[in-house]
T-cell receptor, first 111, second 112 residues
Framework: NAGVTQTPKFQVLKTGQSMTLQCAQD?????MSWYRQDPGMGLRLIHY???????DQGEVPNGYNVSRSTTEDFPLRLLSAAPSQTSVYFC??????????FGPGTRLTVL | KQEVTQIPAALSVPEGENLVLNCSFT??????LQWFRQDPGKGLTSLLL?????REQTSGRLNASLDKSSGRSTLYIAASQPGDSATYLC???????????FGPGTRLSVLP
């Protein structure tokens, strides 16, 4: 089992560019989510999904888009990058009421 | 709105000490609570998961307790080691979906 994988590990964007952060899990988990971690702000939920075809907004969804076409994959799209989106992004997955597993993170810098 | 706090923000102890990390949450309507460890520049590693119906969970030198009515959880680390140095975060699951609310973490340093 690879667990939760994320690509890329590092990314530098210019303001206005778009990109997709990839997340995949091989544990057949129904629940997947995206968080961002900022100094002094802790981990905040961006979007989450409770199964293929079902997504919902978390605490800080603005500027991000998600889709869940398969159980395994949950990509996060930045539509038009802004410096405020400079952060470390974590993807996580879990089964129903079970342990949450995190990916290694993507460190994003927006210039 | 659910809020999670952790005390202390940072802790430095000599090797071998037993220590307690605290987590408090404002709304007792939780499904479960999870403790994580995060090493610098790394992702989060799950340590213990306590369901709302449970009072405590143990794994090796770690013991986590949960008191829903008072909105508190503690993580007890026995016989601390330098390898325990990391940031410890607690998170509460506030609905059946993926809505976890995280605390800010406690940064632990165990000195040899």
């Amino acid at each position: 089992n690879a667990g939760v994988t994320q690509t890329p590990k590092f990314q530098v964007l210019k303001t206005g560019q778009s990109m997709t952060l990839q997340c995949a899990q091989d544990m057949n988990h129904e629940y997947m989510s995206w968080y961002r971690q900022d100094p002094g702000m802790g981990l905040r939920l961006i979007h989450y999904s409770v199964g293929a075809g079902i997504t919902d907004q978390g605490e800080v969804p603005n500027g991000y888009n998600v889709s869940r076409s398969t159980t395994e994959d949950f990509p996060l799209r930045l539509l038009s990058a802004a410096p405020s989106q400079t952060s470390v992004y974590f993807c996580a997955s879990r089964g129903y009421l079970s342990t949450q597993y995190f990916g290694p993170g993507t460190r994003l810098t927006v210039l | 709105k659910q809020e999670v706090t952790q005390i202390p923000a940072a802790l430095s102890v000599p090797e071998g000490e037993n220590l307690v990390l605290n987590c408090s949450f404002t709304d007792s309507a939780i499904y479960n609570l999870q403790w994580f460890r995060q090493d610098p520049g790394k992702g989060l590693t799950s340590l213990l998961l306590i369901q709302s119906s449970q009072r405590e969970q143990t794994s090796g030198r770690l013991n986590a307790s949960l008191d829903k009515s008072s909105g508190r959880s503690t993580l007890y680390i026995a016989a601390s080691q330098p390898g325990d140095s990391a940031t410890y975060l607690c998170a509460v699951n506030i609905n059946y979906g993926q809505n976890f609310v995280f605390g800010p973490g406690t940064r632990l340093s165990v000195l040899p």
